[in-house]
């Protein structure tokens, strides 16, 4: 059994008695050159007294100047300030010497200062305290020369070699570590006593080797070569992908699993990033149709001469009228009522159309008549990236098709990034087929296909996404249609990031979706359907993620860079069905069930849902 600080330690004694036992005020002096000249010691350990006499001054500039660390005792006469105070005033002493000395005094179990300590005094800003009441000691036999067990003991003496101890810890798990670095992470992680701060009891406070050993300060990712190279914050890194990435770059064996990160005093830290990648995953639809049980969602339309306008406000139950009324702001007021609303003007076969919030409600053939938990996926699933959108669109309609153009503007969804799109679609209407194909493009700052990261995973770029749609149905028979649709998109990233992840490439995602659906099959009023659906995923791209690993006793930073693929591991697809049905009363019911495989496109992932509604109109 070890018992001590530092057992790991290479210890080497230095006697600073005459053969007689007798003690002179030169040998301290003697000893330190001895040690300053003879050996590589960094710390070096006194558990004696110190004074400016025997020529000690000198021996103790030399010592500075050596680049050595001279941990000292206090004294045991319950001074108000420790031995080595009388350096303070001396004009010998070299203006750098007191750098490279720590005293230490002795605190009891209760951490009070010991009655026989010395206090901190004049030298309070290069003194700490230590355990020094009964502190376990190795029996040396001075007759026989070895040691025979543990004693105990009580003393400055007793306290010293402990705050060493902490010191050559921190030099076994940085030996580039500087004698000024040395010191300041003892005496700024100290646990401070007595008065708040430095005060002329205790110092800096009491000696932590747990905190000395962790890091000081907020930890930094070097984006360069070296150590003095500018850091990225690593403490607020991360990134949440957006559904679409899955599980990409998280897992084992993830590149971002072993990050060299540096302290206030460049100590190396590894951090595993691999928990900081996060992902907004999909989920099955139930809570955000859970969540409109009890609402009051309202539709209004108007219709005057050329001019055509539509609104829709859904209220929160939680946010009824009472609880609105006490709104604090309008910011406050925006986040319990959500809605949308858009105005059209018909010239000739020409149709302007201003909207806003509902820029997928304004594009495609729309909803399938069939309310799934999932949402309506054949809608374009990159328009309903966005939110807080405003919407200009142009259209021309003629028998049998039509051509829209429109632009959009807004911010990223659960983002505050912005995004712009322009989009053009044809469409086709027959007597029992439709079709409308869409192409268009989004730009999005800092964001990446909705993707959000901060830190040193921020990708501080523009991403630019070219989209094809294709949205089709087609009447099976009177009341059963059958609808499919397809989305892609290749994603551009333009700037090159210094972060941890570089160079975003070949990015293409897809959705797609199969469903039929049919009306009063099932009784009168009534609607069902079943789908199968993907929802968006990345199907091929890659980033390099270029981490540092390593940092040598020269500071230099190493680094490892790895092609990482962005494909997730799973592959979603949901199986859904789908009832509703209205009666005359006001009353309407609905069923829905759904299955998800490799659910959030996570390999393996199951998840299956089912909601029954039952509501009534007044």
Do not use: C
């Not at 018992?3 to 790991?8: D, E, Y």
């Not at 003496?157 to 810890?169: H, K, M, R, Y």
């Not at 690593?234 to 998280?250: K, N, Q, R």
């Amino acid at each position: 059994e070890n018992v001590g600080v530092a057992p790991g330690a290479s210890i080497t004694a230095v006697r600073l008695l005459d053969d007689d036992g007798s003690f002179h005020s030169g040998n301290t002096a003697d000893g330190i050159d001895w040690v300053v000249l003879n050996t590589d010691s960094t710390i070096l350990n006194l558990s004696s007294t110190l004074s400016n006499t025997g020529g000690l001054v000198d021996s103790l500039n030399a010592m500075a100047e050596a680049e050595r660390l001279l941990v000292v005792a206090a004294g045991n006469e319950g001074e108000a300030n420790p031995d080595a105070y009388v350096l303070i005033d001396d004009p010998t002493v070299a203006s750098d010497t007191l750098n490279h000395l720590l005293v230490v005094g002795a605190v009891d179990d209760n951490n009070q200062l010991a009655s026989f300590s010395d206090a901190a005094g004049v030298m309070m800003d290069h003194y700490l305290v230590a355990p020094g009441v009964s502190v376990s000691g190795a029996d040396y036999d001075p007759g026989t020369g070895e040691t025979d067990g543990y004693s105990s003991g009580s003393g400055t003496s007793f306290a010293a070699p402990q705050v060493s101890g902490a010191a050559a810890l921190l030099l076994q798990a940085d030996p580039s570590l500087s004698v000024d670095d040395l010191k300041s992470i003892l005496l700024t992680t100290a646990q401070d006593l007595g008065e708040v701060g430095v005060d002329e009891i205790y110092g800096h406070g009491l000696l932590d080797v747990e905190a000395a050993l962790m890091p000081v300060g907020l930890l930094g990712i070097p984006d360069g070569a070296h150590a003095t190279d500018m850091r990225l914050l690593g403490e607020a890194t991360g990134i949440l992908l957006s559904p679409a990435f899955g599980d990409a770059l998280s897992g084992a064996g993830s590149p971002l699993a072993n990050v060299v990160a540096l302290d206030d005093f460049d100590r190396p830290y590894t951090l595993d990033l691999s928990n900081s990648v996060l992902s907004s995953k999909e989920n099955s639809g139930l809570v955000a149709k859970m969540r409109q049980v009890g609402f009051t969602q309202d539709t209004v339309g108007l219709e005057q001469g050329a001019f055509t306008f539509s609104a829709n406000l859904t209220i929160e139950k939680d946010e009824s009228y009472a609880h609105r009324a006490m709104a604090a702001d309008e910011e406050t007021l925006e986040r319990e009522v959500s809605g949308s609303f858009a105005i059209a003007a018909n010239l000739g076969s020409a149709r302007l159309t201003y909207a806003e919030d509902n820029p997928q409600g304004q594009f495609g053939l729309g909803e399938a008549g069939v309310s799934y938990l999932s949402g309506d996926t054949a809608a374009n699933p990159y328009l309903s990236m966005s939110r807080n959108s405003q919407l200009v669109a142009f259209g021309g309609y003629g028998d049998g098709g039509y051509t829209r153009f429109g632009m959009v503007s807004g911010k990223m969804a659960n983002s505050d990034a912005d995004m712009v799109m322009g989009l053009a679609e044809w469409g086709y209407v027959g007597d029992r087929s439709k079709l409308a194909l869409q192409l268009g493009q989004m730009s999005e700052v800092g964001t990446l296909l909705g993707t959000e990261a901060q830190g040193a995973m921020g990708t501080g770029a523009a991403a630019a996404t070219t989209m094809l749609g294709v949205d089709a149905r087609y009447q099976l028979a009177e009341k059963i249609e059958l609808a499919g649709n397809y989305n892609m998109g290749y994603t551009q990233v333009s700037g090159d990031s210094t972060t941890l992840l570089r160079h975003w490439s070949g990015l293409v995602s897809a959705s797609y979706g199969l469903g039929i659906s049919g009306r009063d099959l099932l009784g009168r009023d009534s609607v069902v359907g079943v789908r199968l659906s993907r929802p968006l995923r990345i199907e091929s791209g890659s980033v390099e993620v270029n981490v540092p690993t390593y940092r040598d006793l020269e500071h230099n930073i190493h680094r490892e860079s790895t092609v990482a693929g962005l494909t997730p591991s799973g592959n979603e697809h949901a199986l859904e069905f789908a009832y509703a049905r209205s009666f005359s009363d006001g009353l309407s019911t609905s069923i829905n069930l759904q299955y998800r495989d490799d659910a959030g496109h996570v390999d393996g992932a199951t998840e299956s849902a089912a909601l029954v509604q039952v509501q009534r109109s007044f």
